[in-house]
């Protein structure tokens, strides 16, 4: 036979290098009339670049988050050196 075990779990699968998608023997679609798509190179152009207004709107919305982060890690470190020292102050 195909090398495989006789068992009802292996019945759908093919020995290794017996596939062929090419070949007209085998049934082209998944059952239920759909065919499989193997080629997708009419993909490939389509809504792929953003226009210039979405890249600016972009990067200035990533510049905001940048700077809302710098600021607030600011507030976080100067937060934490007046409880450093508070707390130096409260030990002498």
């Known amino acids: ?16 290098g017996t596939y062929n998608p090419s ?3 085998i049934k082209k679609n998944d059952g239920d009339g ?7 190179d009419d993909c490939a152009t389509a809504n792929v670049s953003e226009t210039d207004e979405e890249q600016r709107k972009r990067r200035k ?4 988050k ?5 600021l607030k890690k600011e507030e976080k470190l ?5 409880a450093k020292l508070a707390e130096k102050k409260r030990l002498k």
């Not at 036979?1 to 290794?16: I, S």
């Not at 919305?61 to 905001?64: D, H, S, T, V």
């Not at 940048?66 to 710098?70: L, N, V």
């Open 34 to 40: 759909r065919k499989i798509k193997r080629n997708f």
């Open 61 to 64: 919305k990533e510049e905001r």
């Open 1 to 16: 036979t195909d090398g495989l075990p006789n068992n009802a779990l292996y019945q759908y699968f093919l020995k290794e």
């Open 78 to 82: 100067a937060a934490k050196r007046a």
């Open 23 to 25: 070949n007209n023997s």
């Open 66 to 70: 940048a700077e809302k982060k710098r």
